[in-house]
């Protein structure tokens, strides 16, 4: 089944309840992207903000943490109330233990790969992984291009989850839009995260359902 998840990266911070407002009804989840302007040169939000909009909606929060040693903050963000928590491979010296933890949280643990990655980091993770996170584009910023050559991970990572027979989604991050969002199906993602392309539609509920059609017309698993 593919699920959207709107990058609230992409949102008026002036006005965030209404924006979430504006896309949590047609929506699985909700992407939010912490980032500490060292693993990523970029700094987004952090806590408060999550325990602020976590009043304001019951959606999934599948949080994605672009920070250094996120070991040091999983106890936080479970306790603000994240669904998912997805840490980066390349964040972290031992990612096989700070996946553990967050599963000890009672959270769905996700792992990420950034575009120079090679997919193979993540074999011996996956048994504790519920979610696996491919970014196609440079962790750090929205609205950036689409990377059509990362499409060869997802779909390398879609054959061991259908031969292990491993119940994992696979995401995808950067420059989803109705035109990419086939491509991304096609390759076995089945989790579309999207900033711009939703929240810059003055219709967000029919930029969802362009996606989600044009994915699930796609998507073959
Ligand atoms: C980038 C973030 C993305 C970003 C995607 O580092 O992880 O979630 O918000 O934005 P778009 O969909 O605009 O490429
Ligand atoms: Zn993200």
């Not at 209404?18 to 949590?24: K, S």
């Not at 440079?138 to 292990?164: A, T, W, Y």
Request: glycine share 6%.
């Amino acid at each position: 089944m593919i699920k959207i998840s709107p990058s609230i990266l992409a949102c008026d911070f002036a006005r965030m309840g209404e924006e979430i407002a504006r896309v949590d009804k047609f929506s699985d989840y909700l992407h939010v992207d912490v980032m500490d302007g060292i693993f990523v040169p970029n700094i987004s939000f952090g806590m408060p903000v999550i325990k602020s909009i976590r009043k304001v909606t019951d959606i999934v929060f599948d949080v994605h943490l672009m920070i250094e040693r996120p070991e040091r903050y999983i106890d936080e963000f479970a306790k603000l109330g994240s669904d998912i928590i997805t840490i980066h491979y390349e964040s972290t010296k031992d990612p096989a233990a700070v996946l553990k933890m967050i599963r000890e949280k009672g959270k769905k643990a996700g792992i990420s790969i950034k575009p120079g990655t090679d997919v193979s980091v993540l074999f011996p993770l996956l048994p504790l992984c519920d979610l696996v996170l491919v970014m196609t584009v440079e962790p750090g910023f929205g609205g950036q291009k689409f990377m059509h050559d990362m499409m060869d991970k997802v779909s390398v990572l879609r054959n061991i989850v259908e031969k292990e027979n491993y119940n994992i989604e696979i995401e995808v991050d950067g420059g989803i839009n109705a035109e990419t969002a086939a491509i991304v199906a096609n390759a076995g993602a089945n989790v579309l995260v999207a900033g711009a392309s939703v929240f810059a539609a003055e219709d967000a509920q029919k930029a969802i359902s362009d996606m989600r059609e044009a994915a699930e017309k796609a998507y073959k698993y």
